[in-house]
């Protein structure tokens, strides 16, 4: 009887820890942000003056670390994609379980739509994704009722084990399942950068897309409830609510409709409000759909950085916010995170064009040289080049020299022929000395140098003249004010897999 009652509980315990094994499996990596919890708890205070909740178009609007640097503004970016009001208040609840912040940021996006989830498949993965990161079971628990009590399509049973609500993933599974969690850079504090860009139709922003008939005075009274418990929550802990509306260049004449209800709302809840969809805000920011978004609605990190720059100057124009750049406990930390930032957004930009603009915000010079032979096989893609970079198309067999000043204020392009006579050549040009040589391994190398230093010294410029796989590269250098390489990329273009895209060769 004995062995036979060990026997039940030993199948039972066993039973219990494979089941908790395949919950962890079974359970949505959402992305990192069961690690976007983990890394909020471990910072300080100071660490978050601001707290970020919403949808998708601040996450990929709002970088934390751009308004460090700009205005030593510190925060965390919390906002999920598909946000609802009543997700955006129990993620409130639970961050406030680790900090209270100065300021919560929050689009507000949800105030026209009920967002249950029975509405959309991917609003009940916004639930079952906010349900599975709360810690407390307390708001577990309270969010399973009011989700059951205000969708009568849910049940809990679902919610309390992955197994069960996500059995169909069996021939989904791969290696990500198995792991804890997706890592996060000390940089990104939350945010979403993405470094893709938008290859769009011919699109022109003008005043005019912003017009509207009628206002959109219909707001949810679901979502107006949380918003209200939303805000209260913040004016109970001393925190200020501050409405930011991210720019879009999709449907602007809707969104336009929405706003007078919108301040409406704010204004009657205590609420401040920084409007930049509008026509006037984009264009402070120079936005551009095919530069700075990655579809229709969401920034990429190049958009991101411009925006995040004009919300921190007007943060610190209209608040009382502390400048962290001066607090030593701080302030080492943010700034090494912010160069890491700097190093990997130079070192993952899909174009040559986005990689200049990103420099550019970081305040740095790019030159870029790139060799070419046959006009008949390289002329085009040596256009598609000169587009990127920023130049015209009128463009010959030779070498040239591309130079972008800081911000783009003195841009330089310099060509030369190549002199076929000579295997080793040097040329004075504008902005320094080249030399070409040609070395025992059959290969060119070239030399450059600007006001006497060495910038890319014994360092291979890769192209052939193979008619059967031509092929040209283009070598990239981003340095600073003194003329440091701070990145250094190759891009080269091949036609034999039938591509006609630049592709970033790293060193």
């Not at 919950?23 to 959402?30: A, L, N, P």
Request: aromatic share 16%; net charge negative; glycine share 4%.
């Amino acid at each position: 009887m004995k062995k036979r009652v060990l026997s039940i509980v030993s199948f039972i315990v066993i039973f219990a820890l494979l089941f908790t094994l395949f919950q962890g499996m079974f359970k949505q990596k959402w992305e990192g942000r069961y690690m976007r919890t983990d890394d909020l708890k471990r910072l300080s205070d100071e660490d978050v003056d601001i707290l970020a909740f919403g949808t998708s178009e601040l996450w990929a609007g709002y970088d934390p670390i751009v308004t460090y640097h700009q205005q030593g503004i510190t925060g965390y970016n919390l906002t999920t994609p598909f946000n609802s009001a009543i997700t955006a208040y129990y993620q409130l609840c639970q961050a406030l379980e680790y900090h209270t912040p100065k300021f919560v940021i929050c689009d507000f996006v949800a105030l026209f739509e009920d967002g249950l989830p029975s509405e959309d498949s991917n609003i009940e993965n916004l639930f079952c994704e906010t349900f599975d990161i709360l810690e407390n079971p307390k708001l577990k628990l309270k969010l399973l009722r009011d989700v059951c009590e205000l969708d009568d399509t849910k049940t809990p049973t679902s919610w309390f084990f992955p197994l069960i609500r996500y059995h169909s993933m069996w021939n989904e599974l791969s290696r990500d399942n198995f792991v804890l969690d997706y890592t996060v850079e000390p940089y990104r504090k939350g945010a979403r950068l993405e470094s893709t860009y938008y290859r769009s139709a011919l699109y022109r922003n003008t005043p005019e897309n912003w017009n509207y008939e009628e206002e959109n005075t219909n707001l949810s009274d679901i979502s107006v409830k949380y918003y209200d418990m939303f805000i209260d929550k913040c004016h109970e802990n001393g925190i200020t609510v501050i409405a930011v509306l991210p720019p879009m260049l999709y449907n602007q004449s809707e969104l336009a409709a929405r706003y007078n209800t919108q301040a409406e709302y704010f204004y009657s809840r205590g609420v401040y409000c920084l409007n930049y969809n509008t026509y006037e805000q984009t264009q402070r920011m120079d936005l551009d759909l095919e530069r700075d978004f990655y579809d229709f609605l969401h920034l990429n990190t190049l958009g991101s950085i411009k925006f995040s720059k004009v919300l921190a100057d007007d943060l610190r124009t209209y608040f009382d916010i502390p400048d962290r750049r001066n607090d030593e406990n701080i302030a080492g930390v943010w700034d090494a995170a912010y160069e890491q930032f700097k190093m990997d957004m130079l070192n993952s930009q899909p174009t040559i064009r986005n990689t200049v603009e990103i420099a550019e915000q970081f305040g740095y010079d790019a030159i870029a040289q790139v060799a070419s032979d046959r006009d008949d096989i390289y002329s085009g893609e040596l256009a598609a080049l000169n587009k990127e970079f920023g130049y015209g198309d009128e463009l010959k067999t030779g070498y040239y020299l591309y130079y972008n000043g800081v911000d783009g204020s003195d841009k330089k392009i310099d060509y030369y022929e190549y002199n076929r006579e000579l295997d080793d050549e040097i040329i004075e040009t504008s902005m320094g000395t080249l030399t070409r040589a040609f070395n025992l391994d059959g290969e060119y190398k070239y030399h450059f140098a600007m006001n006497g230093k060495d910038l890319f010294s014994e360092r291979k410029l890769y192209y052939q003249y193979e008619v059967v796989n031509p092929r040209f590269a283009t070598k990239l250098l981003v340095v600073d004010k003194d003329l440091n390489v701070l990145s250094m990329s190759s891009w080269e273009y091949n036609n034999a897999n039938g591509s006609s895209n630049l592709v970033r060769r790293f060193e």
